[in-house]
């Protein structure tokens, strides 16, 4: 009895569960129901019937009174338009009413006027409807800082609370939100699975020593250590990802990293999200550039395919002459079948030859053994190749201890090379590092040795190599700089809500 009544009601949870699942599945024809008032984009993208009353929230983006009339264009960060309410008498508009008011109108949805640069507006007409109203629900300060006029990145910098309010800030993070869900849907397609891997760490997985400690204050007063060893904020989690990688073959990331590196350039940031990615059972890096290049192309492809909307109205807030630079930018990077790839070894004869016939006079000369210049990755993605482009192979005292060392001169340690890449592309430079992991326990604790490194942080993950090892590799992306990228915004700083750099966390 009890057995068939828990089946009676595993099954009517079964078509409960069903139904909420066909529900939601079908959303892209069929919108849900949401227990919110609607937006200004659902209201816009599904107008109401003319005349029909309805409900409009938001923010005063501007407003103008006349004798008869008054004019409130009111925006919510759903959508880069705003919705014009015409409002008769004046009377209506609250004292209180203010540019960056939170407003809440009622009114009747019509048909603009012929020649109207909107096809609709909200007529909160008191004379004629005696539901019409205009409330304020937060009024600002007589010194806002955001007025309707143009405000500097610099400025808006200065005013984190108040920045993300602007259109174009506003855009920038529906443009955030509309890349990471097309990076989202590639690797769901590519039968990856997203992990979570740790922001805190005991282990420097890039070697350079740029970390953040964490530590408890209580502790640090006791001269107590919480871990009970030192620990440090997650410059990359790759070294826990191969953990995952070995677990589910296919795994990627996109997580909060942070560097205490003192750059105070337009590139840096000292917390930003990074996308990682590692796959089990590939030999060649060649593979992983491959991959890493439909990755991209993904995204741009989405982009481009769908203009007015894909970009969430970005190209509708920036400069028309950067609209044109930045589809610009993304036809170049879907115009080849497949990117150019160098060796670093190449890479270093192009530069030298450059400089040789006189056509570059880079700052710092190209040597063979020491990491590419700024100047060098944008000069080869930008003016020599034309397209982004893929080099590999670089010198192994130039990569961490972790990458697989190629067998030509892996006898002569000045002459060997690494197999890795980087992305690079034209303006930015360094977009994707990745590499093939050394999977050959003996191989790795070779190389350890030989940098005299301390082992006793790593021995977790030298043991992923005596128990089921495999070849396998990944590589690194900094969300931001694809952000910064294909948005062709200048500064790293604008295109994350609040940016972290050396000397400013203001709020």
Request: hydrophobic share 35%; proline share 5%.
């Amino acid at each position: 009895m009890l057995s068939s009544r828990i089946a009676v009601k595993r099954n009517a949870l079964s078509v409960h569960f069903t139904s909420q699942f066909s529900r939601l599945s079908s959303s892209k024809t069929s919108p849900l129901e949401l227990p919110f008032p609607k937006s200004i984009s659902e209201i816009l993208s599904s107008p109401p019937a003319n005349s029909s009353p309805i409900t409009v929230n938001g923010w005063v983006s501007g407003s103008r009174t006349s004798k008869n009339v008054a004019f409130v264009d009111v925006r919510d960060g759903t959508t880069f338009q705003d919705i014009k309410c015409i409002v008769r008498p004046p009377s209506l508009i609250p004292s209180n009413l203010n540019t960056g008011s939170s407003v809440t109108l009622h009114g009747l949805w019509t048909e603009g006027k012929k020649g109207s640069s909107q096809a609709f507006e909200l007529q909160v007409n008191g004379n004629d409807n005696p539901d019409a109203a205009v409330k304020v629900l937060g009024e600002v300060e007589e010194l806002y800082p955001l007025q309707k006029k143009s405000h500097t990145a610099q400025f808006l910098r200065t005013i984190p609370e108040y920045r993300l309010r602007t259109i174009e800030m506003s855009a920038i993070l529906r443009f955030r939100s509309v890349v990471e869900t097309a990076l989202v849907e590639f690797f769901n397609s590519a039968g990856f699975t997203k992990t979570h891997p740790p922001l805190i760490t005991s282990s420097d997985c890039e070697g350079a020593g740029e970390l953040f400690k964490v530590e408890s204050n209580s502790k640090v007063e006791k001269g107590e250590k919480f871990f009970g060893k030192d620990a440090y904020l997650s410059v990359s989690t790759q070294l826990h990802l191969e953990v995952m990688c070995a677990a589910l073959s296919r795994v990627w990331t996109l997580t909060p990293c942070f560097r205490a590196e003192e750059s105070d350039t337009n590139r840096h940031l000292s917390e930003f999200w990074m996308l990682e990615a590692e796959v089990a059972f590939v030999e060649d890096v060649r593979q992983l550039t491959r991959f890493s290049e439909m990755m991209i192309k993904s995204v741009v492809q989405r982009l481009h395919d769908n203009l007015e909307n894909s970009a969430s109205n970005l190209t509708e807030t920036i400069d028309k002459q950067l609209v044109e630079t930045m589809t610009s930018r993304w036809e170049m990077m879907l115009k080849k079948d497949q990117w150019d790839t160098i060796t670093y070894t190449e890479a270093i004869e192009i530069l030298h030859r450059s400089m040789e016939e006189g056509k570059t006079n880079f700052k710092f000369a190209p040597i063979w053994g020491e990491s590419l210049k700024s100047e060098h990755e944008k000069w080869l993605a930008g003016s020599y190749f034309g397209n982004p482009v893929f080099v590999t192979d670089y010198p192994l005292n130039e990569k961490p201890f972790y990458m697989q060392i190629n067998p030509e001169n892996s006898d002569n340690i000045d002459k060997a090379t690494v197999a890795c890449f980087d992305l690079l592309v034209p303006d930015i430079g360094e977009l994707i590092g990745g590499s093939m992991r050394e999977h050959d326990l003996k191989k790795l604790e070779a190389e350890i040795s030989r940098r005299e490194m301390d082992v006793s942080p790593l021995q977790w993950y030298l043991a992923l190599r005596e128990n089921g090892s495999v070849p396998h590799g990944g590589f690194g992306m900094g969300f931001e700089r694809l952000l910064q990228y294909l948005s062709c915004t200048e500064n790293i700083r604008d295109v994350v809500p609040f940016p972290r750099h050396v000397d400013s966390c203001p709020c």
